[in-house]
């Protein structure tokens, strides 16, 4: 009897450990962008993307079918055209998730049945992140990017949570090597060529500050942001608002819009509000420039070595002469994300 | 025997010269550098006619940069002042504001759709067109039997107010962070776009309103009696409340169409005033527009040269006004109401 209690014993012990090593899945620990240790399964096979340039770091080096749904974004996804589909031929059965201004909709991500949610927050007390992890209790990854530094971090994160490390730093090759196209030359000039630039967001006077992203691209680019010549407490905001007093004081060589819907360069070189900025050098000289399309010259996503040679070009035309920058971003595609970019001349 | 001029004369005469000299002070302030001489210079030449040899920038700066916001700050802020003080008038309740008709809301969802969804509309425009809207849904949702009771004014001017907050809330939700971010600046009410066809596109408005407010202001201590009273001297209040509502919207939209929501000074600069100078409406209603003009200047004045950052003015007049006004408040009994 005691043998066959003990037999009983062993064998029930047997088949749970067999039972906990097929149950068990592997996991690892991050630090997401907020310095929050995040444990997720590797890899996480149903990752919710609420932001289109997560998104696009996570195509370039993850398995597209661990994608299950991404937020809904009409204005976003009328610029993209279908490159999302190019790349990821599931991508319009993938479930859409609502966002109410900032907030995300716990239902509809419920609905998702995610194993991770990929958010955007500047802070750990972030409503959306404090309302996931007290409800549905799923892992969050915090994204915040803030300068070009923070977009190859991102491809390293988005390598360990689809779990391809190695192809994570591929990209970062390929990436490096495209900015080197525009910092081998840019790195060479004198200070004397570098032109002032003024970054102008949408809402015309607000700009760049010199701790900003954007700074950082206009230096890599081969410019000076001109608020480096502002005052100090303007120079260390993140998005100052300058007066057009000021602007015509700093008086940019060169003024650089961001993608406005209302406004082009024509408007700022020919009309009637824009007639206090006709003594600027930008003006006069006509160097108004904008980028053309936010999606594909995305600075915080890994399309961001793009916009660095789409700027570099811009402030140098001479030191890019036979650069054809459709048939780069088509190359670009190519070689990131594999496939041809759908409206871009073919490399 | 020559009568000596009293204190509060001469009070009276200072804050209806005040303009004069905010214009000149603000004149001589930016960040653009200038010597006072040679900005007086420029001004002389271009009224009398002849020739400077300073840089062409100088000439842009003062003539197309400061000259034009110098202006319109003024014409802003005389504008929210006369209107908040016959506003005042009509409604005879101390905390009526020219947006009491649901005014700046129907100016913010207006600007907010320009700036979200009609790329090719102009935001003046349409903030313009929409905060009339917003005057005339709430006249009419007042108006009962050929009468217009100033409860139901206030009543029906909180209902369109929230009506438009909510359709303001709903383009907010549904813009890119961009536009959102236009949009939020808008509202805050700025001077820093001002531009001389900004000044000429609501002139025309701005002056019929005034002068409207300025003929007409005796009829004000009337209708503050009430409407029976006002009746009994042979005034038709039904008529003169259109009237003024009419010229005060209009004063007031046009100034809200060119430079977004600046708070405050339409209530608390008529309120100021009463305070020195009681309620007497044929003082009150010259003074704020004078007093209106100068007051916001002096604060844009701040708001573009205080930091090196441009700061919404708004934001300043209620930083600066508010402290003031509250003051003045605990030093004068029941605020020059009676």
Redesign the interface.
Known sequence: MKKLAVSLLAIAFCLMLAASSVSAKETITIKDDLGRNVTIGSPSERVVFTMENALKTYYAVGDAKNVAALKDDKWMRKLTEDIFSVVDPEFEKKITVNITGDQLNLESLAKVNPDLIVLWASSPEDPNLLAINDTLKVPTFAIYVTSLKDVYRQVDTMGMISGNKERAAAVKKIMESYVAKTTNVTDKLAESDKPKVFWMWTDVYGTAGVKSGMNDLIEEAGGVNVMTLAEKDAQEMEHPVVTQETLIKLNPDVIYMWYNEKLDPKDILNGDEFKGWKDINAVKNKRVYEIGNPSIFDAFSPRMPLALLHVAKDLHPDKFPGLDLNRTVDQYNVDIWGVHYPSMAKA | MRKKLSGKSLLHLFFLGLPVFAFFFSMFI????VHPRELLDLLASHLFGYSTSYP??YN??IF???LP?VLLGMMVGASLSISGATFQGIFRNPLVSPYILGLSSGAAFGAALS?AFL?GTSIQFAAFFFSLLAVGLTYFMATTRRSTPVVSLVLAGVIVSAVFDALLALI??A??E??L??IV?WIMGSL??A???KIYSAFPLFALGCTVMLLLRWRLNVLALGDEEARSVGLNPELYKIVFIIAASLAASSAVAVAGVIGLVGLIVPHMLRMLFGPDHRTLIPLSLTFGASFLVLVDDFA??G????VPVGVITTLVGAPFFAYLLRSVRSGGWE
């Not at chain 2, 930016?30 to 550098?33: H, N, Y």
């Open positions: 930016g960040s653009f550098p062409e920038v842009t700066v197309q940069v400061r916001r700036l790329p907010q939700i813009v890119n961009r536009a971010q236009s600046y820093g776009t531009s001389w066809s573009r040269a930091m090196g950052f441009e």
